[in-house]
């Protein structure tokens, strides 16, 4: 069986909900159901995470995309909902007891064990986008910079559990755990890092006044020294003569390396230029999402529909698994794939394409 097929997941959920169902039917115990439906779920989701971070390991790409934050959230949300009333061995609860009668329950059993490992995953993704290491989140195949989109995702995540939590006064420790990271998280990279970057924006200011304060103080110093007729004729003497040496050369080479340049633009085929008005930041591997590099020594292949590049080695990869473009989604011929009619080196396509937009 080849686990990276949509019949591998198919065929575990279909046992999963069977078993689960048949053993509803017949011994009528939701408890134990609803812990056989959360099994199947982390099987199916955990064999899919894994498969696509290795693929994502393999060509050196960050793990910086919305479905490694929402594969794991599934398993935690539907952990955090189902750990109080499954047929799981419970290892410690506490329970605090409130007004009117009605009392908190936060369970750890063997369903909130299972969920460390996403919370884990969760905080040290969200921890890398709060602190910069991962500059940008790939949303349906484009990149979008800025941390918003997973501030935004993580705070959805956090108020599905507090909205949980207010409607039963229930939530799962480990549940729990995740929500005061997020609280952590935004004390540390938005409260503290706000406030200090006002301060250095403050002695920044203060810097600058004082050294345009300094330099005020200079001027009215100089105008207060008038200097003599000949010192000044000797000053215009040597700028004249400085003015008169040299820069006829620069200009004259500029202007020729700027005249190449036109000239092996203007004689490019357009058949390389992506189709549409692309961006020079949409300009990367629609694969792996990486800036190409004059360094780099492997060809890129484009889409024989949108045009938009691939690395080669990673277009190859892509076609055993999908035979659509990972970003028009259309359908790419073996033939193509056997033989690309629009194939290019890394460095001129960058002296070329990216370097005109």
């Not at 800025?146 to 939530?171: C, D, E, H, M, S």
């Amino acid at each position: 069986m080849e686990l990276n097929n949509i019949k591998t997941y198919l065929a575990i959920g279909i046992v999963g909900l069977t078993v689960g169902v048949l053993y509803m039917a017949i011994q009528k115990d939701l408890p134990k159901t609803l812990t056989i439906f959360f099994i199947t779920l982390y099987v199916v989701v955990a064999l899919r995470f894994f498969l696509e971070r290795r693929h994502y390991k393999k060509h050196k790409t960050i793990l910086a995309s919305t479905q490694f934050l929402i594969l794991p959230f599934c398993i935690m949300l539907m952990g955090n909902y189902i750990s109080p009333i499954a047929a799981a061995y419970e290892i410690f609860s506490i329970d605090i007891d409130l007004s009117g009668g009605s009392s908190i329950y936060s369970p750890f059993n063997l369903i909130s064990i299972s969920l460390i490992f996403p919370v884990i995953v969760l905080s040290l993704y969200f921890r890398n986008f709060y602190s910069g290491k991962w500059p940008a989140i790939a949303v349906n195949r484009k990149v979008r910079r800025g941390r918003k989109i997973p501030f935004l995702i993580n705070t959805t995540y956090v108020a599905i559990l507090l909205v949980g939590f207010f409607i039963n006064w229930q939530i799962d420790f480990v549940g729990f755990i995740f929500v005061i990271l997020y609280f952590i998280f935004i004390f540390r990279y938005f409260i503290i890092a706000f406030a200090m970057r006002s301060d250095q924006q403050a002695q920044v200011t203060s810097s600058r006044s004082a050294s345009t304060t300094r330099r005020s103080k200079r001027s009215v110093s100089t105008r207060s020294r008038r200097p003599t007729a000949s010192a000044s004729s000797a000053s215009k003497a040597s700028r004249s003569s400085s003015a008169k040496i040299a820069p006829g050369i620069d200009v004259k080479a500029t202007r020729s390396t700027t005249t190449k340049k036109t000239s092996k633009i203007t004689t490019v085929s357009k058949k390389i230029f992506p189709i549409g008005t692309p961006k020079k930041e949409e300009m990367q591997c629609i694969i792996c999402y990486m800036d190409f590099d004059k360094k780099d020594r492997r060809r890129i292949i484009l889409c024989p529909h949108c045009r938009y590049p691939a690395h080669e080695d990673e277009f190859m990869s892509w076609f055993k698994t999908s035979r659509l473009c990972a970003r028009c989604n259309q359908t790419i011929s073996t033939r193509y794939v056997n033989n690309p009619k629009y194939r290019i080196n890394i460095k001129l396509y960058i002296e070329k394409v990216i370097e005109k937009l």
